[in-house]
């Protein structure tokens, strides 16, 4: 049985969404950070002390992206995976580009507008995230116009991951309506059920 640790309040949202997605079985094992993931329990199957982690019958892995591109190369024989290599290429450029362009800003502004003490957000920072994601935003823009999916017309794990981490655009109400073909793309995602229902786990 696949075990998967961690909270949808987290990165482990991503991979319940792909489990959810390559329709596989699996045990969720709700973990929290305020101590369900420094326990000693935890730290064998994650030594770094983060969530997710995967127990895949024995086999380990964390790290979020790596988790998702496994799932999907292991199991996502519905076309989740990509079959061939130029598409498997674009599918760890798109996911990496997520983590990479994007992700640190939507970071900087959910702390900042979420997590930190009114007292100890940082406005300047805010904006300055702000005008750094206007350019990523507008390149995955450019890149849709004409295509329903990342890789064509079958939503596969680039779009998977890439609209998991742009969710958090929603989060800190981020104002994409600039980059229109990216925000329907991204309301298209992040309405399928299988998201859906990773999103209403603990």
Same mark, same amino acid.
């Given at each position: 049985m696949i075990?998967l640790?961690?909270?949808?309040?987290?990165r482990?949202?991503?991979? +319940?969404?792909?489990?959810?997605e390559?329709?596989l079985?699996?045990e969720?094992i709700?973990?929290?950070?305020d101590g369900g993931? &420094?326990?000693?329990?935890h730290l064998?199957?994650n030594?770094?002390? $983060?969530?997710p982690a @995967? %127990? %895949?019958n024995?086999l380990? +892995?964390?790290? =979020?992206?790596a988790?998702n +591109?496994?799932l999907?190369?292991?199991?996502g024989?519905n076309g @989740?995976?990509?079959?061939? *290599?130029?598409?498997?290429?674009?599918?760890?450029?798109?996911?990496?580009?997520?983590?990479?362009?994007?992700?640190p $800003?939507?970071i900087?502004?959910?702390?900042? &507008?979420?997590?930190a003490?009114?007292d100890?957000?940082?406005?300047?920072?805010?904006?300055?995230?702000e005008? #750094?994601? &206007?350019p990523p935003?507008? *390149? @995955?823009? %450019?890149?849709?116009k004409?295509?329903?999916?990342? @890789?064509?017309?079958?939503?596969?794990?680039? %779009?998977?991951? *890439?609209? =998991?981490?742009? =969710? +958090?655009?929603?989060? *800190?109400?981020?104002?994409? =309506?600039?980059?229109?073909? #990216?925000?329907?793309?991204l309301?298209?995602? $992040?309405? &399928?059920?299988?998201?859906?229902?990773?999103?209403?786990?603990?």
């Amino acid at each position: 049985m696949i075990k998967l640790y961690g909270t949808s309040m987290s990165r482990a949202a991503r991979c +319940l969404w792909a489990l959810e997605e390559a329709g596989l079985q699996y045990e969720h094992i709700p973990t929290s950070f305020d101590g369900g993931t &420094r326990t000693p329990e935890h730290l064998k199957i994650n030594p770094n002390g $983060h969530v997710p982690a @995967l %127990d %895949d019958n024995g086999l380990i +892995l964390w790290e =979020s992206m790596a988790i998702n +591109l496994y799932l999907a190369e292991k199991y996502g024989k519905n076309g @989740l995976w990509p079959a061939s *290599v130029a598409d498997r290429g674009a599918t760890y450029q798109w996911s990496f580009w997520a983590m990479t362009e994007v992700e640190p $800003h939507l970071i900087t502004m959910l702390i900042n &507008r979420l997590f930190a003490p009114p007292d100890q957000r940082d406005e300047k920072a805010v904006a300055n995230a702000e005008a #750094a994601l &206007r350019p990523p935003f507008k *390149v @995955l823009d %450019d890149y849709l116009k004409g295509r329903e999916y990342i @890789l064509g017309n079958q939503f596969t794990i680039a %779009d998977l991951n *890439v609209a =998991s981490v742009l =969710s +958090l655009a929603n989060l *800190v109400k981020l104002d994409i =309506s600039a980059t229109p073909t #990216a925000s329907a793309y991204l309301q298209k995602c $992040h309405g &399928r059920p299988a998201n859906q229902k990773a999103a209403a786990m603990k």
